[in-house]
């Protein structure tokens, strides 16, 4: 049985602990009364064994005066002097009358039975008990307990001095003498005797006819006196003393003395009661007291609890009211401090949960919230709703230049504005996170949205002053509308997501979802799978383009370009797949596949003497790892490649996505002695910060600038200044882009070093490279110069490694 209540366990507790305590003092002095009483029995028999022997001699005296009167007796002596045997019985039996005895005999001085009161057949036979006559020799009279015909007596023996003869006076022992002695010492006494057949015969006894029996079957084994026997008859409990008596035979008789355990604790019973009488009311007292202090005690923490689920189910408004100054008064104050600490962190949790800590605008979860609840209102009111999702260009660049604290006062400042920018209460702007923001206008189409999307766009139109730092900040922004573009509040996200970044993409800064850039999306997803079909079965391929020197018109190195020839889709251009593999992480296969490509190649082209170095572009992925230089070591020792046989070629983008992992990676790469190139060198933000850091050899214009320098002087003027700043910085400059000859002449009067496009060769697959190369180096070297350049070209510099790069 379980007891649920606080009320009901203490009651019961202490209950329990009391009539534990009741019980066991109760058990204890009924065990010391018991004692007693057993210590006090035993005292008894003690005392009731010297009462019979007393008794036993005081008999034995008195029959033994009584015969020497007998033996005085003139005419009995002149009885025993006629020798006739009848009026010596009949003067026997007189006398035997007048003692009580029931035996009397006449002995002569051979031991022959004159006569006998009885007139038995001991009559002139021996006497049958010499040692009575024995023990009368020596005392002058003798007392013994004797069996003379199957039952128990007493005899005493006295001597008749003239004529000399002995008389034998026989008094029986039997239940009425054992009667007589129980009143007398308030015990009960039996009289046994083992047989010789090792059988316990009883002679008389005082107990009960019914617990005869059970005394037979519990007296074998039994120890003659000892006082602290105990013997159960027929369930009863006998304290038992064993005590022999003196008598004549091989086999001794014992006098059993008895006293009931259950009648000595009789005067106890009264006081048993009155413990048992005063543990019931202490109990009752205990269970009352219990159940006062228990309510006392549960009363107030069941008042806690009540209030307990009050808080459990958002109730802060109760308050636990009670006045004491004990440890429950103290309790209920903390309660009530708690429950208003839990209130208040509730309230602040709830901030934190629905709104951005930063602008303080509702979060993603909020304003998923909403849009569902909207979701619920337009679709019982048939009337449209939009989401915009807005993301700010080139976020990422201000956080990376300028740092987070500036990143986030921007984005406080651009909350600030487009919140400006919606008049209408119903309309929802939130922050979903990073740059992204989110916009929910009820009851308006697509078409409605657009101009608030141009709104929000116009808020940016000012330049953010932050720090000392003017910032242009430009956003693009995506429109999905409800029934139209999706029916649910993922579906709408998603595709407003879409359509933003297809606003990125085409630099319109507003786009409603089109369903064709989706299916552009499901492509590339697609597309995935289909690249890692790819590289497992070999179907890209490394195409090289030659890099010229404008001083001495050698080629001495080649960049790897990644191609991909689709079985079905045909031709993908780099940009497409290698953007989406850096996303998705599976650039980093890519990049070991051109490495090992571009180590094998390296390897060959040596073995054909042919001194090439090949650059290789590897991503922001890479560098963040630890695989990279390990993976350059392993096929380095695959092909028995040297380190200066690649160079490695970076941008300003792989490197500002984590400097200070990526310039450890650098540091590695160099260390083991490859070279090192900044691709697309000018296109990004923190280049001069950095380059004055980094441990590369070389500098790559990007072909952006090169293409337009002959027309577009600003173009020429960059190229200019970054042909300078690489030479005064150490570095060799490589211009890309090169497909012309003015071109070409204006970058050798810039005293470019390296200049690669399709002006010197267009890419060239792995086959056609050695070709090219020897048929290249035919026209250009003279005859006379080649077995000497061949010769000093086995200990020319080798290429270092770049990375994978889109053609």
């Given at each position: 049985m379980r007891f649920r209540s606080l009320q009901s366990r203490i009651v019961v507790f202490f209950g329990a602990l009391l009539l534990t305590v009741q019980v066991a003092g109760f058990g204890v002095i009924s065990h010391a009364i018991e004692n007693y009483a057993a210590r006090t029995v035993r005292h008894e028999l003690a005392v009731g064994e010297r009462i019979f022997q007393r008794v036993l001699e005081q008999n034995a005296h008195q029959l033994a005066l009584a015969t020497s009167i007998l033996a005085d007796d003139y005419g009995f002596r002149q009885a025993i002097s006629s020798a006739n045997q009848k009026r010596l019985a009949l003067a026997l039996d007189v006398h035997r009358e007048r003692v009580g005895a029931e035996v009397m005999m006449l002995i002569n001085p051979k031991h022959i039975v004159l006569a006998d009161s009885n007139q038995s057949t001991l009559t002139n036979q021996p006497f049958p008990f010499p040692e009575l006559l024995t023990e009368s020799v020596k005392t002058g009279s003798a007392s013994m307990i004797l069996v003379k015909g199957g039952r128990l007596y007493q005899f005493v023996l006295v001597p008749v001095t003239v004529p000399a003869a002995w008389i034998a006076l026989g008094f029986p022992i039997d239940d009425r003498l054992a009667a007589d002695f129980g009143k007398l010492a308030s015990l009960q006494i039996s009289f046994l005797r083992r047989t010789d057949s090792e059988e316990w015969k009883l002679f008389a006894s005082t107990l009960p006819a019914m617990l005869q029996p059970a005394l037979l079957d519990n007296m074998h084994g039994v120890a003659t006196g000892d006082s602290k026997l105990s013997i159960v008859l027929n369930?009863?409990?006998?304290?038992?003393?064993?005590?022999?008596?003196?008598?004549?035979?091989?086999?001794?008789?014992?006098?059993?003395?008895?006293?009931?355990?259950?009648?000595?604790?009789?005067?106890?019973?009264?006081?048993?009661?009155?413990?048992?009488a005063l543990t019931l009311i202490g109990l009752i007292i205990s269970v009352a007291g219990s159940v006062f202090t228990a309510r006392n005690v549960s009363r107030p923490v069941t008042q806690l609890a009540k209030l307990a689920n009050e808080i459990e189910q958002g109730n802060y408004l109760q308050v636990a009211e009670m006045d004491r100054a004990d440890e429950i008064g103290k309790l209920a104050s903390a309660f009530n401090y708690m429950k208003q600490a839990i209130a208040d962190r509730e309230n602040r949790i709830s901030t934190l949960a629905y709104k951005d800590a930063l602008t303080g605008l509702p979060n993603r979860i909020l304003f998923n919230d909403r849009l569902h609840q909207a979701l619920g209102s337009s679709l019982r009111s048939g009337q449209p709703l939009t989401v915009l999702i807005m993301d700010l260009d080139h976020f990422k660049e201000v956080?990376?230049?300028?740092?987070?604290?500036?990143?986030?006062?921007?984005?406080?400042?651009?909350?600030?504005?487009?919140?400006?920018?919606?008049?209408?209460?119903?309309?929802?702007?939130?922050?979903?996170?990073?740059?992204?923001?989110?916009?929910?206008?009820?009851?308006?189409?697509?078409?409605?949205?657009?101009?608030?999307?141009l709104r929000l766009l116009e808020a940016l139109d000012a330049s953010i002053t932050l720090n000392g730092h003017a910032i242009d900040v430009r956003g693009s922004i995506g429109i999905a509308s409800y029934p139209e573009h999706g029916a649910?509040?993922?579906?709408?996200?998603?595709?407003?997501?879409?359509?933003?970044?297809?606003?990125?993409?085409?630099?319109?800064?507003?786009?409603?979802?089109?369903?064709?850039d989706d299916d552009h999306t499901a492509e590339r997803l697609s597309l995935l799978g289909d690249l890692k079909h790819a590289v497992e079965f070999n179907e890209l391929m490394l195409c090289y383009q030659p890099q010229l020197d404008v001083q001495t018109g050698t080629i001495e190195s080649v960049e790897a370009l990644i191609r991909w020839r689709h079985p079905h889709r045909g031709y993908i251009a780099p940009d497409l797949f290698i953007p989406f593999a850096e996303q998705s992480g599976y650039i980093k296969t890519i990049t070991r596949w051109v490495l090992a490509e571009a180590f094998r190649k390296a390897a060959e082209c040596h073995a054909n003497r042919l001194p090439i170095r090949i650059s290789v572009n590897v991503s922001a992925r890479d560098l963040a790892g630890a695989e990279l230089p390990e993976t350059c070591v392993d096929l380095m020792q695959l092909y028995r490649v040297e380190p200066q046989w690649i160079r490695i070629e970076i941008t300003e983008g792989a490197i500002m996505d984590d400097p200070a992992r990526a310039m450890e990676t650098l540091e590695t790469l160099h260390g083991m002695g490859f070279e090192l190139s900044i691709d697309d060198f000018g296109k990004g933000y923190s280049s001069l910060s950095y380059l004055k850091k980094l441990p590369v050899d070389e500098l790559k214009i990007d072909r952006s600038f090169v293409m337009g320098m002959v027309l577009d002087k600003d173009d020429a003027m960059i190229v200019r200044s970054t042909i300078d700043l690489g030479h005064n910085m150490g570095l060799r400059v490589v211009a890309e882009g090169?497909?012309?000859?003015?071109?070409?002449?204006?970058?050798?009067?810039?005293?470019?070093?390296?200049?690669?496009?399709?002006?010197?060769?267009?890419?060239?697959s792995s086959n056609d490279l050695i070709t090219w190369l020897s048929e290249y180096r035919s026209r250009t070297t003279p005859e006379s110069e080649r077995s000497a350049d061949t010769a000093q070209n086995r200990a020319v510099r080798n290429p270092s490694i770049s990375l994978v790069k889109s053609g």
């Amino acid at each position: 049985m379980r007891f649920r209540s606080l009320q009901s366990r203490i009651v019961v507790f202490f209950g329990a602990l009391l009539l534990t305590v009741q019980v066991a003092g109760f058990g204890v002095i009924s065990h010391a009364i018991e004692n007693y009483a057993a210590r006090t029995v035993r005292h008894e028999l003690a005392v009731g064994e010297r009462i019979f022997q007393r008794v036993l001699e005081q008999n034995a005296h008195q029959l033994a005066l009584a015969t020497s009167i007998l033996a005085d007796d003139y005419g009995f002596r002149q009885a025993i002097s006629s020798a006739n045997q009848k009026r010596l019985a009949l003067a026997l039996d007189v006398h035997r009358e007048r003692v009580g005895a029931e035996v009397m005999m006449l002995i002569n001085p051979k031991h022959i039975v004159l006569a006998d009161s009885n007139q038995s057949t001991l009559t002139n036979q021996p006497f049958p008990f010499p040692e009575l006559l024995t023990e009368s020799v020596k005392t002058g009279s003798a007392s013994m307990i004797l069996v003379k015909g199957g039952r128990l007596y007493q005899f005493v023996l006295v001597p008749v001095t003239v004529p000399a003869a002995w008389i034998a006076l026989g008094f029986p022992i039997d239940d009425r003498l054992a009667a007589d002695f129980g009143k007398l010492a308030s015990l009960q006494i039996s009289f046994l005797r083992r047989t010789d057949s090792e059988e316990w015969k009883l002679f008389a006894s005082t107990l009960p006819a019914m617990l005869q029996p059970a005394l037979l079957d519990n007296m074998h084994g039994v120890a003659t006196g000892d006082s602290k026997l105990s013997i159960v008859l027929n369930g009863e409990k006998f304290q038992t003393l064993v005590s022999p008596v003196p008598g004549i035979g091989e086999q001794p008789v014992f006098a059993v003395l008895q006293r009931s355990l259950k009648e000595a604790l009789v005067p106890f019973d009264a006081l048993q009661a009155n413990l048992l009488a005063l543990t019931l009311i202490g109990l009752i007292i205990s269970v009352a007291g219990s159940v006062f202090t228990a309510r006392n005690v549960s009363r107030p923490v069941t008042q806690l609890a009540k209030l307990a689920n009050e808080i459990e189910q958002g109730n802060y408004l109760q308050v636990a009211e009670m006045d004491r100054a004990d440890e429950i008064g103290k309790l209920a104050s903390a309660f009530n401090y708690m429950k208003q600490a839990i209130a208040d962190r509730e309230n602040r949790i709830s901030t934190l949960a629905y709104k951005d800590a930063l602008t303080g605008l509702p979060n993603r979860i909020l304003f998923n919230d909403r849009l569902h609840q909207a979701l619920g209102s337009s679709l019982r009111s048939g009337q449209p709703l939009t989401v915009l999702i807005m993301d700010l260009d080139h976020f990422k660049e201000v956080n990376d230049t300028l740092g987070h604290h500036i990143g986030d006062l921007l984005l406080e400042e651009v909350a600030s504005r487009l919140q400006t920018r919606l008049t209408r209460q119903s309309d929802t702007l939130a922050r979903l996170g990073g740059d992204e923001f989110a916009v929910l206008l009820p009851a308006d189409d697509a078409k409605a949205a657009r101009s608030v999307a141009l709104r929000l766009l116009e808020a940016l139109d000012a330049s953010i002053t932050l720090n000392g730092h003017a910032i242009d900040v430009r956003g693009s922004i995506g429109i999905a509308s409800y029934p139209e573009h999706g029916a649910d509040a993922g579906t709408l996200l998603q595709r407003a997501d879409v359509a933003m970044y297809s606003a990125k993409r085409g630099n319109s800064g507003v786009a409603v979802y089109d369903p064709r850039d989706d299916d552009h999306t499901a492509e590339r997803l697609s597309l995935l799978g289909d690249l890692k079909h790819a590289v497992e079965f070999n179907e890209l391929m490394l195409c090289y383009q030659p890099q010229l020197d404008v001083q001495t018109g050698t080629i001495e190195s080649v960049e790897a370009l990644i191609r991909w020839r689709h079985p079905h889709r045909g031709y993908i251009a780099p940009d497409l797949f290698i953007p989406f593999a850096e996303q998705s992480g599976y650039i980093k296969t890519i990049t070991r596949w051109v490495l090992a490509e571009a180590f094998r190649k390296a390897a060959e082209c040596h073995a054909n003497r042919l001194p090439i170095r090949i650059s290789v572009n590897v991503s922001a992925r890479d560098l963040a790892g630890a695989e990279l230089p390990e993976t350059c070591v392993d096929l380095m020792q695959l092909y028995r490649v040297e380190p200066q046989w690649i160079r490695i070629e970076i941008t300003e983008g792989a490197i500002m996505d984590d400097p200070a992992r990526a310039m450890e990676t650098l540091e590695t790469l160099h260390g083991m002695g490859f070279e090192l190139s900044i691709d697309d060198f000018g296109k990004g933000y923190s280049s001069l910060s950095y380059l004055k850091k980094l441990p590369v050899d070389e500098l790559k214009i990007d072909r952006s600038f090169v293409m337009g320098m002959v027309l577009d002087k600003d173009d020429a003027m960059i190229v200019r200044s970054t042909i300078d700043l690489g030479h005064n910085m150490g570095l060799r400059v490589v211009a890309e882009g090169v497909e012309n000859n003015e071109d070409l002449r204006l970058l050798k009067q810039l005293r470019c070093d390296l200049v690669q496009g399709f002006l010197i060769s267009k890419p060239l697959s792995s086959n056609d490279l050695i070709t090219w190369l020897s048929e290249y180096r035919s026209r250009t070297t003279p005859e006379s110069e080649r077995s000497a350049d061949t010769a000093q070209n086995r200990a020319v510099r080798n290429p270092s490694i770049s990375l994978v790069k889109s053609g």
